[in-house]
């Protein structure tokens, strides 16, 4: 009886440490790099500054891709010549932005970018919810050129958990837009 109460006491002594509390919650923290940018480095009829942290992939057609590897994303960029068919080209790019309504929550109206000085006239697209590209522009010189870029994840669409990438990158694309250049 002895060895049981020294045994219950040693117990209660030990036991009597802290008060144990739940854990907070955790929360996701991403580290982006500082911005810097430089001049795109593939020949094409046009050009326009990329993130330094980027990669630049070679497609036909003067298409291109950039990519950002430290977030499994890129901006697809694609390019046509006007060949008496901007109409078509500016439906096809609104309606490539409206084919993300389906899981889309909202699409905001365009924001839209004018610099004469340069020739460049476009809009930016945001599309809010699990669609699978987020952000999507269109520039053009209104008589020969038409590029359109497109963000686009390697992974499933978690618009809340890719909302501070998306961001980033929104950003590095309106880069894109404000230093456009036609090549003669």
């Not at 993300?100 to 970018?113: L, R, W």
């Not at 004018?114 to 999507?136: C, D, F, H, T």
């Not at 008589?143 to 359109?148: I, R, T, V």
Request: charged fraction near 25%.
């Amino acid at each position: 009886m002895r060895k049981i109460l020294v045994l219950m006491l040693v117990v209660l002594m030990v036991s009597c440490d802290e008060e144990t509390l739940p854990k907070p919650k955790g929360y996701l923290s991403l580290n982006y790099p500082q911005k810097g940018f430089k001049k795109m480095t593939l020949e094409r009829p046009y050009s326009f500054e990329v993130a330094k942290n980027t990669e630049q992939k070679n497609l036909p057609k003067n298409w291109m891709k950039v990519e950002y590897p430290a977030l499994k994303a890129s901006v697809d960029i694609t390019y046509r010549p006007i060949k008496n068919n901007l109409r078509e080209l500016l439906m096809e790019a609104e309606k490539l932005v409206f084919e993300h309504a389906i899981k889309a929550d909202q699409i905001t109206a365009p924001v839209e970018y004018v610099n004469p000085s340069r020739n460049v006239y476009g809009s930016l697209y945001e599309i809010k919810g699990n669609a699978a590209s987020q952000v999507q522009f269109h520039a053009t010189d209104s008589s020969k050129n038409f590029l359109k870029g497109s963000l686009f994840f390697y992974t499933k669409p978690n618009y809340d958990s890719l909302l501070p990438a998306i961001e980033y990158i929104k950003a590095d694309m309106i880069k894109m837009m404000e230093t456009l250049e036609w090549k003669k």
